[in-house]
């Protein structure tokens, strides 16, 4: 999964980094309105995290012009403005929801984790698939009732496949929601990642889908 910040609060803005990449989260972050609107527009983000008061291109008229495109990408306001104008009008031009502040980061990371749920249609805070069982709060998971000792990047690739409910997903879509702009990824840390899972799970639990990408495994299924 991955989220972009548009925030232009240096130290706040770093704060909030750390923290969802703490919860397992790639994510860019832009400082100003147009830059935010355009990443969105182009990039392949699961939400945005959005201050009101940004230089350039106001939150707002962000929210605005990204709801006129039709994009659904879900998007979460931040802001010190405390008049309750302001929220409401957030809300009315299309952020699903809003966090004043300060906030504690605990309860932004449960407010993403919320919209994520809510816009992949899932009630239920964990994801079940099969003898797998993920708690994306506690970021943890267990095969067959048996705890499993994932890496932070690991635990993100089963979260994303498990998110597709057995649809296969490209490699390189895999990727682009897996790292951020800035990180060094190395050609085949997919293969790489899917190798490890199958290590720790068994080799059918993630389904090499030729000419696609990977799928997690029915039960019963082999690995091709
Ligand atoms: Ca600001």
Known sequence: ??????????????????????????????????SGLAAIRDGEF????????LPRVDGIEVIRQIRSLGHAIPILVLSARERPSDRTLGL?????????????????????????????????????????????????????????????????????LMEQRGRP?????????LYGWNEDVASNAVDVHVHALRRKLEPGAIRTVRGIGYALGGSGDAAE
């Not at 910040?5 to 919860?23: K, N, P, Q, T």
């Open 1 to 34: 999964m991955r989220i972009l910040l548009v925030e232009d609060d240096l130290s706040l803005g770093e704060g909030i980094c750390a923290a969802l990449r703490r919860g397992a989260f790639a994510v860019d972050w832009m400082q100003e309105g147009a």
């Open 46 to 53: 699961d939400l945005a995290i959005l201050d009101l008061g």
């Open 92 to 160: 009315d031009v299309g952020a699903d929801d809003y966090l004043g502040k300060p906030f504690d980061t605990a309860e932004l990371l449960a407010r993403v984790r919320a919209l994520i749920r809510r816009s992949a249609g899932r009630a239920q805070p964990n994801l079940e698939a099969g003898a797998l069982r993920l708690d994306p709060a506690t970021l943890t998971a267990t095969w067959h009732g048996r705890a499993l000792d994932l890496t932070r990047r690991e635990f993100s690739l089963l979260r994303l």
């Open 169 to 177: 997903m490209a490699r390189d879509a895999i990727q682009r929601h």
